[in-house]
């Protein structure tokens, strides 16, 4: 491609959480400098936690997003409990598994249909969506209000839940609330149905790039609460060990924090859950996979997006499944009791855009003496550059526009959170 | 339930302590909070003055006069 010049500046990237850029230039067709920066000031939310109770803790971790508030309170309450022994009962464990599924097809909606969608149906957002695919978009609603309402009914609240405590539940959704859910969760399975038909008339760019993919692995579940670290490359890990997996970097070009383990980077997510664990994944979504031609191992990230949809399908009929054993069984409350004490905890589940770490050291008075959070975008920004290095040489004949939306979209199918990601401080003492 | 809810804005329709949580104050302080009364509330049930300054330092931070000084 000698004597081509492109220069791509996209500033600030649309259509994903928080603020971050794309910077291309090609001279002589060379490439000069290809970047994905994020720009946002760190939020220090580790400093926050500092010297605050154990049983607020996940109160104020789980603001460190407004999309993903159910995974940042269950890898909070997980450390806590990890860190002070506590033990939680199979009903607290059914319910939370069964808010994390509502979390789960909230997010995966939101992103499929109101942030990926508009590229592949060629608009540059949501709202001429409206006039021209109304039922698609009444359709998004209707399942991300479903979700959203599962939140609400579990955990007290749409986003934030209240009721998820160390060692349990501070109240219980009433029967009549988790009833109402069954019968739209089961109405939902007709939307699931038309999201796949809709999906699989989409074109998505045609790229491979083989990587190493890490998320959590349980033997016989499709693992979103709790598992082992398994990565691809390596097998699995203990999560303890999750140092070592993120070996976190720093950049120039960035105030959020990169990861690498045994290349120079990894891919977390959808994507990478649906690669390490295809087997678990109930029936219903396989058969999503199938058709909408998602075969694992999967080394094209814009299939990301597709994976997130089978994983939409794996959660409204896991959730069916957890509300009639819920029904069957009868909540019931149940009296427990913590003893605060000092101790070292690590919680880690699979967010939304991959596996969330917190790790958390309390002192004897119960408070946070140190924190630690990894979330799943800085583990990806890496992957995104690679990517980014393997597809724009092929593209440069392109015109500059599609070479720039083809850009964006490779940002967009790892669905960033990027304020979420923002940690890096680069302080100079004089 | 020992919270700071009777000096925090309303409209939250009191959420948390409907679903067995006490209240952070995460609207922020009502315009004129009478914060001494509130304290002696807290204090007559049971709270330290360290506890109390706690409640008001999450969302509310500086918003407790007798902050100042107290150990995070």
């Not at chain 1, 991959?354 to 958390?360: D, K, P, S």
């Not at chain 2, 949580?21 to 609207?27: D, K, L, S, T």
Request: hydrophobic share 40%; aromatic share 6%; charged share 25%.
């Amino acid at each position: 491609m000698s004597g081509v010049n492109v220069r791509v500046e996209v500033e600030h990237l649309t259509r994903v959480e928080g603020h971050g850029n794309i910077v291309l230039d090609v001279k002589n067709g060379e490439i000069k400098k290809l970047e994905w920066t994020v720009v946002e000031a760190p939020r220090l939310f580790e400093a926050m936690l500092r010297g605050h109770r154990w049983d607020e803790i996940h109160h104020i971790a789980c603001r460190i997003c407004g999309i993903c508030s159910v995974s940042h309170t269950c890898a909070s309450l997980r450390a806590t409990e990890a860190a002070m022994d506590i033990p939680i009962s199979d009903q607290t464990l059914k319910l939370r598994r069964l808010i994390f599924h509502g979390e789960m097809i909230q997010s995966h909606v939101l992103h499929v249909y109101l942030l990926a969608a508009p590229d592949l149906l060629g608009v540059g957002s949501v709202f001429p969506l409206i006039q021209t695919h109304r039922e698609v978009v009444l359709r998004a609603m209707r399942m991300k209000k479903l979700a959203n309402d599962i939140s609400h009914v579990i955990g007290g609240r749409h986003v934030h839940p209240v009721a998820l405590i160390p060692g349990g539940f501070s109240a219980l959704p009433k029967r009549e609330a988790l009833e109402d859910l069954r019968e739209r969760l089961e109405a939902c399975k007709a939307d699931v149905e038309a999201t796949v038909d809709l999906v699989k008339t989409l074109k998505l760019p045609d790229f491979e790039r083989e990587t190493e993919y890490i998320s959590l692995r349980m033997p016989e579940e499709y693992a979103f609460y709790e598992g082992l670290i398994y990565s691809s490359d390596a097998g699995p890990a203990p999560v303890e060990h999750y140092r070592e997996v993120t070996n976190e970097f720093v950049v120039p070009h960035s105030t959020a924090k990169h990861a690498r383990w045994h290349r120079n980077s990894y891919m977390v997510g959808a994507l990478a859950r649906v690669n390490n664990n295809y087997g678990m994944l109930r029936p219903e979504a396989k058969a999503a996979a199938e058709a909408l031609g998602l075969r694992t191992p999967c080394f094209n990230p814009f299939m990301n997006n597709v994976a997130q949809v089978v994983e939409a399908a794996h959660c409204v009929y896991d959730a069916i499944e957890i509300l009639d054993e819920l029904l069957q069984e009868g909540l019931r409350q149940e009296a427990f009791k913590v003893a605060p004490r000092a101790g070292r905890g690590v919680g880690v589940v699979e967010a939304p855009r991959g596996i969330l770490f917190h790790e958390y050291e309390y002192g004897d008075d119960g408070r946070i003496v140190r924190a630690n959070c990894i979330i799943p975008t800085n583990q990806n920004h890496e992957s995104i550059e690679d990517d980014f290095r393997a597809l724009a040489p092929k593209i440069l004949d392109r015109p500059q526009d599609e070479i720039r939306h083809t850009l964006e979209m490779l940002v967009r199918a790892y669905d960033p959170c990027i304020s979420c990601s923002t940690h890096y401080l680069d302080v100079t003492f004089i | 339930m020992t919270c700071i809810g009777p000096v925090t804005r309303a409209g939250c329709e009191a959420l948390c302590p409907s679903f067995g949580h006490a209240c952070f104050g995460c609207r922020g302080l009502v315009s004129e909070p009478n914060r001494d009364s509130e304290a002696q509330l807290l204090q007559a049930h049971g709270l330290t003055p360290e506890e109390v300054a706690g409640r008001f330092d999450i969302y509310t931070h500086g918003g407790y006069p007798e902050r100042k000084g107290v150990a995070a």
